[in-house]
Nanobody, 121 residues
Framework: QVQLVESGGGLVQPGGSLTLSCAAS????????MAWYRQAPGKQRELVAVISRAGARNYADSVKGRFTISIDNAKNTAALQMNDLKPEDTAVYYC???????????????WGQGTQVTVSS
């Protein structure tokens, strides 16, 4: 079983920065990848960034050059550094963790509770 705790959201002015953190805890798992999704008011949830255990990264076009995802395999923690934030980045951000379950020997997907990011002057 895996529990995800997200932190780092808040209110920031346009052009500012925030860093989100997603920490996976529990036992009997090995992380395969971690990702960040977001859902803005009136919009569907979208993939923002994903990183594999090996460090391969992929970003949505809208955040390329501004956001950076990283992973600490030893701590089972992913971070999303967000720079040059824009009002359109306002959303609830969700962490998604894909991990191998040692008991089932198969991947499982876990979601964080979501953290609010608001970009406004």
């Amino acid at each position: 079983q895996v529990q995800l705790v997200e932190s780092g959201g808040g209110l920031v002015q346009p052009g500012g920065s925030l860093t989100l953190s997603c920490a996976a805890s529990g036992s009997m798992f090995s992380t395969l990848s971690m990702a960040w999704y977001r859902q803005a008011p009136g919009k569907q949830r979208e993939l923002v960034a994903v990183i594999s255990r090996a460090g391969a990264r992929n970003y949505a076009d809208s955040v390329k050059g501004r956001f950076t995802i990283s992973i600490d395999n030893a701590k089972n923690t992913a971070a999303l550094q967000m720079n040059d934030l824009k009002p359109e980045d306002t959303a609830v951000y969700y962490c998604k963790h894909i991990a191998t379950n040692y008991v089932a020997r198969s991947p499982s997907t876990y979601w964080g509770q979501g953290t609010q990011v608001t970009v406004s002057s």
